[in-house]
C-alpha cells in the first residue's frame, strides 16, 4: 500500500539510517548474531499489514480516493507531530531546502492518491504489482536528473518492467478489443492503470528529491511535509469535486481507522527492517508484498488472476530484484573500497 504510504518508504530507506548509525555500529552485530532473520521477519510483516491495509480500501464504498487520502494524512500528521516536538527540529525546515521538502509533499501527496484511486478501480495485485516498477523508475530519474550511473543492466531491467505493466493493462491495439479477466470496464482497468503509473513516477520522484537533500534534514520533517501538503490539497479538492461526505456506513468508518492503523504498524515494521538488516535485502523481500496481494485478492475478492497479470507479474518482481541486487552489490563494493 502506500506505498502510500509508497514514499515514506523512501523516506525510510535514505534518511532513517542517519540516526541510528551511531547505534547500529555498537549494536548491529549483536543483533544479528541474536536473530539473523529478525529484520528480514519484519519485512514480511510489514509487507503483510501494507497488503491488508490495501484489502481494506477496496471494501470501502462510499468515499472518494482524495477523501481517504485525506484520512490517511490526518493519521500522519497525528504519528510525526510527537517527533517534531521532541526532536525539535521545526515545522518548516531548513530555508535552503523547503522548496524541496514542499514538492517531496505535494509529489508524495499526489502519489497516494492517485494509487488509492488505481486500488479503487483495479484488481488488488495489479496495482500492486505496478508499484514495484518504482525502484526501475528511480534509477532512471536519478540518471536523468541527479547524475547517476544508469548501465545497460538497469536498461535491461526497466524494459522488464515495462513489459510487466503492459500485459498487466493489455490495450486493446496489442490484445485485441476483447479484454477479459478484468475487473468491471476496461475503461477503468485503463484510467486505474494510467493512474497507478503516475502514482509510481511521483514515488520515485520524491526518493530522487529525497536523494538530493541528503541528510540535512530530519526524515520526520520530510514526512510532516508530505502529509500537510496531501491534507490540504485533499481537502480543497473534495470541495472542488463536491465529493466530501462523512462515512454513513460504520463498517466504512472501521476501514478507515483499520487502514491508518496497518499503514503506520507496516511502516514502523520496515523502519525497524530497516534499522537491523541491508536495505539490499528488505527490498528483495518486499517483493511478497505481491504474494500475499495475489492470495488476498482470490481468497477475499474471489477474482482470480490471468496468466497474463502472473507473467506481467514476474517480469516486474525480475526487475525490481534485479535493480535491488545491483543496488545492494554496487553498495557492498564501495563500503570495502572505503575499508581499503
Known amino acids: 500500500m ?30 544479528k548474531a ?26 470501502i464504498e462510499d468515499l472518494h480516493s482524495v477523501e481517504v487520502s485525506a484520512f490517511r494524512c490526518v493519521f500522519q500528521m497525528a504519528f510525526v507531530l510527537p517527533g517534531l516536538i521532541y526532536y525539535k527540529t521545526g515545522f518548516l525546515g531548513p530555508k ?27 484488481p488488488l495485485a495489479d496495482v500492486t504489482v505496478i508499484t514495484f516498477t518504482s525502484p526501475v523508475f528511480t534509477s532512471l530519474l536519478a540518471w536523468i536528473f541527479l547524475k547517476e550511473k544508469y548501465s545497460l543492466w538497469d536498461l535491461l531491467f526497466t524494459l522488464f518492467a515495462i513489459t510487466g505493466v503492459i500485459l498487466i493493462a493489455r490495450p486493446p491495439f496489442l490484445f485485441g478489443s476483447h479484454v477479459t479477466g478484468i475487473e468491471g470496464s476496461y475503461s477503468d482497468h485503463l484510467k486505474g492503470t494510467i493512474a497507478a503509473i503516475a502514482s509510481t513516477l511521483s514515488a520515485a520522484s520524491t526518493i530522487v528529491i529525497l536523494r538530493k537533500v541528503g541528510k540535512s ?34 463498517r466504512d468508518r472501521v476501514f478507515l481507522i483499520l487502514i491508518g492503523l496497518l499503514g503506520l504498524g507496516g511502516q514502523t515494521f520496515l523502519t525497524k527492517a530497516l534499522q537491523i538488516e541491508k536495505a539490499g535485502p528488505v527490498s528483495i523481500m518486499r517483493t511478497m508484498d505481491v504474494v500475499f496481494a495475489f492470495i488476498l485478492q482470490a481468497l477475499f475478492l474471489n477474482h482470480l488472476p490471468t496468466w497474463w497479470t502472473v507473467g506481467g507479474a514476474l517480469c516486474v518482481v525480475a526487475s525490481s530484484t534485479g535493480t535491488a541486487i545491483r543496488k545492494w552489490r554496487h553498495s557492498v563494493k564501495k563500503a570495502k573500497q572505503r575499508e581499503i
Open 2 to 31: 502506500e506505498f502510500l504510504i509508497l514514499s515514506l518508504e523512501g523516506v525510510a530507506e535514505k534518511n532513517l539510517p542517519i540516526f541510528y548509525e551511531g547505534r547500529e555500529k555498537e549494536r548491529g552485530t549483536k543483533k
Open 34 to 59: 541474536a536473530c539473523p532473520g529478525l529484520g528480514l521477519f519484519y519485512t514480511i510483516l510489514s509487507a503483510f499489514l501494507f497488503s491488508v491495509a490495501s484489502l481494506f480500501l477496496k471494501k
Open 96 to 122: 535552503g531546502k523547503r522548496i524541496f521538502l514542499f514538492f517531496r509533499g505535494f509529489l508524495g501527496s499526489i502519489a497516494m492518491v492517485l494509487l488509492y484511486y488505481a486500488y479503487q478501480v483495479m
Open 217 to 250: 534534514v530530519h526524515f520526520f520533517l520530510s514526512i510532516w511535509y508530505y502529509a500537510v501538503i496531501g491534507l490540504i490539497g485533499c481537502v480543497i479538492a473534495l470541495f472542488v469535486l463536491n465529493e466530501w461526505r462523512f462515512p454513513h456506513c460504520g
